[in-house]
């Protein structure tokens, strides 16, 4: 253990920015033998504050310790202000203090405003958002390489064009009363809060787009499962009498199950593959983004969101669930994308 300067003790003895205290206790502790992990966690630094420190103390003395620039002068050069940048696009994390903390040890510089900070960040473009939930199991390479929609649709153009095809994209959704819950407009300091009794009270629907009108139609059913999938298809094929259905939908069990294949094998019997009275096929496994008829559900919610003071109960909420259903458009631009050929709505 090397024994203490006694510039360092009297440096520490005398009134100093809590910035420049840090310093000088951090080059003490690593000069008494402190771990460089040890003093991190007592003065809640990183270990290149405290190299950068004891550098600055071998190069300067106790000056080494003392804030750089003081005043309205300018803070970086140019040069360092671009090796700043070329950091933090570097890094896998940000944050205002992990940018304060590499520009103090590196070149000894604390700015004044924190809007420094920000708009270094801003020049970087690095941007404050939230984070977004994603499925490990999601298969990138999987879902470009999924080209059996594609190529089906565009092999069927001409019965699409003529209306003897009809193509649906299919899902399930559930609406909980809390649904009607999300961010709202408010007077400051005064919470906004919607009266439930059972904020897990739930609906569940089966709804489906088609993809030449983006006509919806949707049932509210008991639960997702074979028997209730069965109904919906029967209910899709009532709206489209005397027409071909192609079912596009996720590979859910109620979608693949006994019940499914029985009814697919009665309804198509004796009939070759091009002429089925029902289609099925299935998207990329873990993509729900494929699917127009989640943009329905979201447009949806987001309108019952929109109208919280009228959801004093549970029916409430699945008034207006089933009136943006019914009323508001849904000629979403990825649609589109699975008939560029045609001129679709």
């Known amino acids: 253990m090397a024994p203490i300067p006694e510039d360092i ?4 003895a005398e009134p100093h920015d809590s910035r420049e205290y840090r310093r000088a206790l951090a080059v003490k502790l690593a000069l008494l033998g402190y771990l460089y992990a040890a003093i991190s966690e007592m003065l809640d630094v990183t270990p290149g504050f405290i190299s950068q420190a004891k550098k600055a103390y071998a190069q300067y003395g106790v000056d080494g310790f003392t804030l750089k620039y003081q005043g309205m002068q300018p803070y970086l050069s140019p040069e360092e202000r671009q090796s700043v ?5 570097d ?3 940000w944050s205002v203090a992990l940018l304060q903390t590499h520009i103090e040890t590196t070149y000894g510089i604390v700015f004044q ?16 958002k939230k984070a977004q939930h994603t499925n490990p199991r999601h298969d990138a390479a999987l879902v470009a390489a999924k080209k059996e929609i594609l190529d089906f649709l565009t092999a069927h153009a001409a019965a699409i064009a003529d209306g003897s095809l009809v193509v649906v994209f299919v899902d399930q959704c559930h609406v909980l009363w809390n649904d009607a819950c999300g961010y709202v407009w408010g007077p400051r300091g005064e919470r906004i809060s919607i009266p439930m009794t059972n904020f897990r009270e739930r609906q569940t629907y089966y709804g489906a787009i088609e993809l030449c009108t983006a006509d919806i139609c949707a049932i509210p059913t ?12 029967e209910y899709v094929r009532e709206q489209f009498p005397g027409k071909r259905i192609v079912l596009i939908w996720d590979g859910a ?9 029985e009814y697919l094998e009665g309804v198509n019997y004796k009939l070759p593959k091009d002429e089925w009275s029902v289609h099925c096929i299935l998207f990329a496994p873990n993509a729900p983004e494929q699917n127009p008829m989640e943009d329905v559900w979201l447009k949806a919610k987001q309108y019952v969101r929109k109208h919280w003071r009228e959801c004093i109960n549970f029916q409430a909420v699945l008034n207006l669930f089933e009136e943006a259903l019914n ?11 699975y008939m560029p050929s045609l001129q679709l709505i």
């Open 85 to 89: 940048l070329d950091w933090l696009q």
């Open 113 to 128: 405003s924190q809007q420094s900070y920000y708009q270094l960040l801003d020049e970087a473009k690095i941007t404050y």
């Open 327 to 337: 009323t508001l458009s849904f000629k979403f631009e990825k649609l589109r994308m």
């Open 91 to 93: 890094q896998q994390e």
């Open 253 to 261: 069990s109620y979608h693949r199950g006994t019940e499914m294949q």
């Open 222 to 233: 008991d639960t997702a499962n074979g028997d209730w999938t069965m109904i919906f298809v």
């Open 9 to 12: 003790t009297a440096f520490l």
